[in-house]
Each structure stands twice: as C-alpha cells, then as structure tokens.
C-alpha cells in the first residue's frame, strides 16, 4: 500500500492512500480547492482528465503521489517535453537501426505508459547517461520495424 | 589431470568468456550513447580524418551511434555469444572421447570386442591422415577431431542428442533447448541470410521461432541479455552434471582387455 504525505503548501493537496485516478475525480468534484484562478488549463495526461477550471496534474514520485496545481512548469513536467531543451520529444530515425528516443530518466515512466497504451513495441537501454552534472538520459529503442511517424504522433497528440 | 577438471576448467574458460563479451558489449553501447549525447548537444566533439582534413558532423554521429549500438554492436555479440555455445558443446564433447574414446562407437561392446547387432557406426577420415599418425592415441585423436569436425556442422539438436546418448546429463531441460536452437537458428540467419527471416531459420528455431518468414532479426537487449544468462545458465548446470558423470565409477573396457585409462573408484 502507498503511503501519500500531507499537504505540505497551498500548491499541494495530498491524496489519500486509494487509486489516483479515483482520487483525482474525487478532486476534480470538489471544485478544485486550492487552484489558482490564473491557471486556466487542465493536464491530466495520465488520466486523461479534462477541465477549464484550473490547472491539475498527478505525479508518481519517490513513492509520493500528490495533486499539484497553478504551475506551468509542474504542469510541462508531465507532458511530452523534453524536460533539459524543453522542446517536444522528437522521435529520431535512421534508416537501418530504426527510430529511437532520447528521453530524460524523470520522463521515461510518462512516456513508457504513452507507448504501452498504443501498443508500441519498444525496449529501453538498461542504463542512461548523466553529462555534466545534468539529467540522466536515457534511449528508447523502437528497432528495424518502428514506424517512426506513428510514434511521433502518439507523442504530440499525449501532449 | 581427471576428465572432471578438465571439464570445470572449459567450463570456467567459456564463462569467462561470456562475462567479458557482456561487459564489452555494455561499456562498447555506454560509451556510445556518451558520444550520442554529446553529438545531440550540438558540443564541438568531431572525429578528424587527417588524410582528408575531413570533420565527421556531430548530427551524423548521433545517428551513427544508434545503428552502431542496436545493430551492430548487437549483432555482433551475439555472433560471439553462437560461437561461445559451439565451444562449450563441442569442447565438452572433445574432452569427453578423448577420456572415453569408445563411446564414439555406442554400437560396440568392450566386453566382447565386438559391434552389437547390426547397426555400426561409422566415423570418415582420409587413409592419408592415418598413415602419418604414429600410435593408437594419435589414430584415436585424429577421429576424435573428425567426430567433432563433422557435428560442427549440424544442428544444435544434434549435438544435445550427441550428448544424451553418451552422457546422461539431465540438462538443459526442453525449454531451454528450445531458446539454444532458436539462438543458433538466428544466428545462421544473419551470418547466410542477411539477417532475412527464411524456411532455414523456422525449421531450426521450432518452436522457440520469433519472427515471421520475411522478417529481419532483431537483436534488442533484453534478448541479448537473456541469451547471456541462458548461456551461462546452461554451461553451469551441463559443467556440474558433467562432471558428476565423469566421476570415479566402473566404466567399460576398451578393446575388450586393454585398460582405458579411465577414472576407477577409490
């Protein structure tokens, strides 16, 4: 069982140890305590959870799991950018190894969930590369048979 | 030095050699996803060919990097890793005649000196290659290596009936079989094949087949990796049993009188 930590700020609400999606709509119901007015935008790109009322997104930390809101940059944490250039992730190709993806280690479990509900076919390096001090990257391989178009489009359409 | 040691000894041979083709194989794709990165970055790392003065692009080399990494790095691996399972088979198949040269025959009774039933087994060597050999020892090792010579070329399925027709091993259980002739099976693929899914590989690999005719071989890294550990798995578990059989145990006699130098109980 995951153990969720209290509120610790105005920016946070804590979960209560039941499943996120559950927990989220249950959120989402109570008229989104706590959310800044300014933040007009939903993601919820885990869950698929869509609303104008303010700013939502869900992360998997550490073991922590909690509702963060009003910031843009919490919220592009979770969507499929590329977290060091801040770019949308780009699905790069060759033509014999096939497509890849270089992916920061933050962000692999976000875009594994993206690839495994379309039933992409991938495997990932067993480790990833730390260069000066910043985020670990990691590489998603598609191999010979990826079809790199489809991928890419998967990618900007969970963004 | 006893058949049992010899057989450990190959045994840690093969192993050393599979653990040192893993770790190649890791620090060989670390140390060009290091390159990728840098190559990505845009940071002014270039290869400088100095006959032609010319810079190889940092965005050629993030491209290079993957085909390098996923296919050929891969591949050859895993090239590596078909020939470490031919050595082990085959060397333990050496070790094991040599110690126990009648067992090239299994048709022939040692108490008799003769061929049992009908069925005799039959062993090629050029008349040439004989008549220089100066002893019974050196004959027997020329035939030795021709047995071995000729199972090279079949398939592994045949070497594991080789084997349980003479050893009695126990292992490597049906499953693990299976994955050895599809990983042989592969293999062969991209050595005669380019690497084209075809009737040869389906027929070989059976049931453990993984692709479709048409198909190119993938050599992803959990595959890669799970051929590491079956390898080692198998030369484990066939090293053990191989060398309890081996052991100190009444054994035939070869040529019906004469000793054949085999382990007798203590």
Not at chain 1, 37 to 61: D, F
Not at chain 2, 4 to 25: C, H, M, N, P, T
Not at chain 2, 38 to 67: C, F, M, N, W, Y
Not at chain 2, 90 to 113: K, Q, S, V
Request: charged share 30%; aromatic share 6%; hydrophobic share 40%.
């Amino acid at each position: 069982m995951r153990r969720y930590p209290e509120p610790s700020g105005p920016k946070e609400r804590a979960l209560a140890d039941e499943s996120p999606k559950k927990e989220i709509l249950r959120f989402l119901e109570s008229g989104f305590a706590g959310v800044p007015e300014e933040a007009n935008k939903v993601l919820s790109y885990n869950m698929g959870i869509q609303s104008s009322h303010g700013l939502l997104t869900w992360q998997e930390q550490s073991g922590t799991l909690m509702i963060e809101s009003g910031l843009h940059s919490v919220a592009r944490r979770l969507t499929m950018i590329d977290e060091m250039t801040k770019d949308g992730l780009r699905v790069s190709t060759d033509g014999i190894a096939g497509p890849y993806l270089m992916v920061p280690v933050a962000q692999l479990d976000a875009v594994l969930a993206v690839l495994d509900r379309h039933k992409v076919r991938y495997w990932v390096d067993a480790d990833a590369i730390s260069l000066d001090n910043e985020p670990a990257i990691t590489v998603i391989n598609f191999g010979r048979s990826g079809q790199a178009a489809r991928i890419q489009a998967i990618l900007d359409e969970a963004g | 030095m006893p058949l049992s040691d010899d057989i450990r000894g190959l045994a840690d041979q093969v192993l050393d050699r599979v653990d040192e083709a893993r770790e190649f194989y890791v620090h060989s794709r670390q140390a060009w996803r290091l390159v990728q990165q840098l190559a990505r970055k845009g940071r002014p790392v270039g290869i400088v060919d100095l006959a032609t003065k010319r810079h190889l692009p940092a965005g050629d080399l993030e491209s290079r990097a993957q085909k390098y990494v996923t296919v050929q790095l891969a591949e050859s691996t895993f090239r590596d890793l078909s020939s470490l399972l031919e050595d082990w088979i085959l060397g333990l198949i050496r070790l094991w005649l040599t110690a126990y040269p009648e067992d090239m025959d299994l048709n022939f009774d040692p108490a008799t000196g003769q061929r049992r039933g009908k069925k005799q087994e039959e062993v090629q060597i050029p008349l040439s290659r004989l008549l220089h050999l100066r002893d019974c020892s050196a004959i027997l090792g020329g035939l030795i290596e021709r047995v071995v010579r000729d199972l090279t070329y079949e398939r592994p399925d045949r070497w594991f009936r080789y084997i349980d027709s003479r050893l009695s091993l126990g292992c490597p259980g049906a499953t693990q079989r299976a994955k050895l002739y599809e990983m042989k099976a592969a293999r062969d693929c991209l050595e005669h094949n380019r690497g084209v899914i075809n009737r040869d590989y389906l027929n070989k690999a059976g049931t453990a087949a993984r692709y479709a005719e048409g198909d190119l071989v993938q050599i992803d890294e959990p595959y890669l990796m799970e051929c590491f550990t079956l390898l080692r798995d198998v030369t484990v578990a066939m090293a053990r049993a191989a060398g309890i059989a081996s052991g100190p145990k009444p054994r035939r006699r070869l040529h019906g009188g004469r000793s054949s130098g085999k382990p007798t109980p203590p």
